[in-house]
C-alpha cells in the first residue's frame, strides 16, 4: 500500500503509526525511553538522533502530508528553519529571502548570520524576477513565505522553483501559513518544506514544534547539522502533535470555509477599509492563489476606517481574543505594528505596506455568525468613539 497516495484525512489519521502490539491499542503508544538496547548497531535510538519511535512515525506522516520522501520533527518552527538553512550554508555562501518573512526568521538572518559570515539580501518586490535579480555566484539557497505575514501576499511557487534549478541552488519555503491542507509546495518544484508546527499541525496552542520535509538526500544533510544543533522535540510533545494532526484537516478546512466568510462580510463592510485574503476576487494574487494553493487558509489581515481606533477595537472583543501566535481552533488577532513586526522599524514596516492600524485575524472554527456578532459590537464601541470625538 502507497501510504503517500492516500486521501489527505486518512494520511492525517493513519500514516506513520506505532503500532501497539502489545495491547492492540487504537493509538500510538508512547516511548519515552533515551536509553535504548543495542539490538542492532546500525541502530542508535536517541531523542537527539530524531530515531526514537514516536520521532521516526510521526516524520513518516509529515512526509507523506508533504508529497516528500522523509522528514524531521523540531522543537520548534525557528528549530526547522535555522537547521534547514544552515545546512545548507557556509561562510561566504549567499541567501536569497523574500523581503516579507515571519519576524523570527528575519531576525535569525539580520542578528545572526554576519558572525558566520553568511551573506544576505531581501527581495525588491515579490515577483520571481525580484528572487531571480538577487541571485549571485556564491547563492545557495532561496527562501520564500507564501501566503506571507501579515499581508497574505502570493508568490508564484513553480516560477521561483524553477529560477533554483536554472542555477542550481536550493529553494526553501516556510509553509506555515498554508499548511499541508492547502499547499504542497514540493508538487511545484520547492525543494525543501518547512512548518512551524506550532500554528496549523498543532491547532490547538499547546504545542511548540517544528518540521521540515524534502529528498532522502536533503533530510540526510540536514540530519547531519541537527544532530549537532540538538533542536528535537520531546517524545511527549511527539505523541500529543501525532494526535493533532489527525484532525488538521477537517479542522483546517473549517477554518478555511469561516475565513473566507469572514473575509467577504469584511470585504463589504462599510468600517472596514481593506481586507487582505487571498480567497477574495479583489486580492491582486487570486488567481496564482488559486493555482497553487487548494484551499486560500485560515489568516487574514483588515485595517478599519480612517478614525477608527484598532486598539480599541480590539480591546472591544470579547470572543475573539487579541494574543500572539495564530492558527489555534480559537479565532485571535493582532496588531503586527505592535507584535510580530514591531522589530522591523517604521520604515520597512512602510515598504512592506503594513499600516499601523492593520490588524491580523487568525480565524478559528468558531460558528461565523458568534464571529460576526463579536465584531459587530467591538465596531459599535469604537464607532460611537469616532463620532465624540469629530463633532
Ligand atoms: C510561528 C512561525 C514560525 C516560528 O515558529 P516557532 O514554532 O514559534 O519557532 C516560523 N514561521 C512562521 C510563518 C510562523 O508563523
Not at 181 to 207: C, E, L, R
Request: glycine share 8%.
Amino acid at each position: 500500500m502507497n501510504q503517500q497516495k492516500k486521501g489527505l484525512n486518512t494520511i492525517c489519521t493513519h500514516v506513520g503509526e506505532v503500532v501497539d502490539e502489545q495491547f492492540k491499542g487504537a493509538i500510538s503508544p508512547l516511548y519515552m525511553s533515551t536509553s535504548y538496547a543495542f539490538e542492532d548497531v546500525d541502530v542508535k535510538r536517541y531523542p537527539r538522533y530524531f530515531n526514537t519511535p514516536n520521532q521516526e512515525a510521526l516524520c513518516l506522516k509529515v512526509a507523506a502530508l508533504e508529497h516528500a520522501e522523509a522528514a524531521l520533527i523540531f522543537g520548534s518552527g525557528m528549530a526547522a528553519v535555522s537547521t534547514a538553512m544552515m545546512a545548507f550554508l557556509r561562510a561566504g555562501d549567499h541567501i536569497v529571502l523574500q523581503r516579507t518573512l515571519y519576524g523570527g526568521t528575519y531576525n535569525l538572518v539580520t542578528e545572526e548570520f554576519e558572525k558566520y559570515g553568511i551573506l544576505y539580501s531581501f527581495t525588491d518586490g515579490l515577483q520571481p524576477e525580484d528572487f531571480e535579480a538577487k541571485v549571485q555566484e556564491n547563492t545557495k539557497v532561496i527562501y520564500v513565505e507564501t501566503p506571507s505575514n501579515p499581508l497574505l501576499t502570493i508568490t508564484d511557487l513553480k516560477a521561483v522553483a524553477d529560477i533554483a534549478k536554472k542555477h542550481g541552488i536550493v529553494s526553501m519555503i516556510d509553509n506555515t501559513f498554508a499548511s499541508p491542507v492547502n499547499q504542497n509546495p514540493i508538487d511545484f518544484g520547492i525543494d525543501v518544506v518547512i512548518h512551524s508546527a506550532t500554528k496549523y499541525m498543532g491547532g490547538h496552542s499547546d504545542i511548540c514544534a517544528g518540521a521540515v520535509a524534502s529528498t532522502e538526500e536533503y533530510m540526510e544533510r540536514i540530519f547531519h547539522l541537527a544532530k549537532n544543533f540538538g533542536g528535537s522535540l520531546s517524545d511527549y510533545t511527539v505523541w500529543l502533535l501525532e494526535r493533532s494532526i489527525k484532525t488538521m484537516g477537517i479542522r483546517v478546512r473549517a477554518q478555511n470555509t469561516n475565513a473566507l466568510q469572514m473575509a467577504e462580510y469584511l470585504h463589504k463592510h462599510a468600517d472596514i477599509q481593506n481586507v487582505y485574503y487571498p480567497g477574495l476576487a479583489s486580492h491582486p494574487d487570486h488567481e496564482l492563489a488559486r493555482k497553487q494553493m487548494k484551499g486560500f487558509g485560515g489568516m487574514l489581515s483588515f485595517e478599519l476606517q480612517d478614525g477608527f481606533d484598532a486598539s480599541e477595537f480590539q480591546k472591544a472583543l470579547q470572543l475573539i481574543k487579541s494574543s500572539m501566535s495564530l492558527a489555534g481552533v480559537e479565532s485571535t488577532v493582532l496588531s503586527p505594528t505592535q507584535t510580530s513586526h514591531a522589530l522591523l522599524g517604521a520604515e520597512e514596516r512602510e515598504r512592506q505596506g503594513i499600516k499601523d492600524g492593520l490588524i491580523r485575524f487568525s480565524v478559528g472554527i468558531e460558528e461565523v455568525e458568534d464571529l460576526i456578532e463579536d465584531i459587530e459590537q467591538a465596531l459599535e464601541k469604537v464607532r460611537s468613539t469616532v463620532v465624540a470625538t469629530t463633532h
